[in-house]
């Protein structure tokens, strides 16, 4: 790694800062979903999603996984999308 | 499982796995167990919607929300503290070190105060099905919160006495991880438990 920041205009210019500012927006709108009551399909698939990009962020930017071996990049996402099937496939078999 | 790729690759700089192999494979094995909770707590509400999606109203939404901002932080903090071992700059390592340790202090503080609210409510583990993943769920998370608060504890004081830098951080990178899984399950937790109905 051989970043370094120059200035204060290079914030942005880290992955792990443009990663935390996201996963803050993420936390607030699932937080907001939650204040309005945001209920039913819609609502579970799009905090779902909302998850898994957070998840993608801490796993690729925080754990620093995006430059690591593929087979732990796949490990650690593919975790993400079977615990986010799972839930889904649960939610749904409650609907019926 | 393979080996990893040991020949570097002309074009492309050489992929590197962060931290120990070993710590890998228990987070792995971490995350597997939480799976299993998560699905359980996903499939035993379909034998109580009604009662999953009353009881979940009583939760403190906006204590989830901070303590999910908390961990995210702190994680932030720790990818900071690996960062500034990889440009050597030592001084940084352990002030980011401590900034994640504080935050998970703060976690810990505000999932007391909802825990002391919900036991005052004479709240149990038997009290119904919902309250017991509740409880349970949020406990186990509890107790790895702590477990990574200690692992940072020794990171701060090693990297005290310099021992991460430029020309190793790999201790350093390995208990992050760790303290990045804890975020990472929390951010499934989170709406699962607090949010999604």
């Not at chain 1, 939650?34 to 039913?40: M, R």
């Not at chain 1, 593929?70 to 839930?87: K, N, S």
Request: proline content about 3%; overall charge neutral.
């Amino acid at each position: 790694m051989s970043t370094m920041p120059t200035s204060q205009h290079s914030f942005l210019a880290n992955p792990v800062h443009r990663a935390w500012l996201v996963l803050l927006a993420a936390t607030a709108l699932t937080w907001y979903l939650g204040e309005t009551g945001a209920a039913g399909t819609g609502a579970i698939i799009a905090m779902l999603l909302i998850a898994f990009v957070k998840g993608r962020l801490v796993i690729l930017d925080f754990m620093e996984l995006r430059h690591a071996p593929r087979l732990w990049r796949i490990l650690l996402e593919g975790w993400m999308l079977l615990v986010g099937g799972l839930i889904l496939l649960a939610y749904w078999l409650s609907l019926k | 499982m393979s080996e990893e790729n040991i020949l570097p690759s002309p074009t492309e700089p050489a992929r590197r796995l962060p931290g120990d192999l070993a710590i890998w494979f228990f987070i792995l094995a971490e995350l597997l167990a939480f799976s299993v909770f998560f699905s359980a707590y996903a499939f035993a509400r379909t034998h109580h919607v009604e009662e999953f999606n009353l009881y979940q109203q009583t939760l403190n939404l906006t204590a989830g929300g901070i303590n999910t901002v908390l961990l995210i932080t702190g994680s932030w903090f720790v990818a900071l503290a690996v960062q500034a071992a990889h440009r050597d700059d030592k001084a940084a390592i352990s002030r980011h070190l401590a900034l994640g340790w504080l935050c998970g202090a703060g976690f810990l503080g505000v999932k007391c105060y909802e825990y002391a609210d919900k036991f005052g409510a004479g709240i149990t583990l038997s009290t119904n099905t919902f309250y017991m993943f509740y409880i349970s769920l949020t406990f186990f998370h509890f107790m790895h919160v702590i477990l990574g608060m200690v692992i940072l504890s020794v990171l701060w004081k090693q990297s005290r006495k310099g021992v991460y830098g430029a020309h190793d951080a790999n201790g350093l990178e390995s208990g992050a991880a760790y303290w990045h899984m804890v975020d990472l399950l929390w951010i499934v937790l989170f709406p699962l438990v607090y949010v999604m109905r």
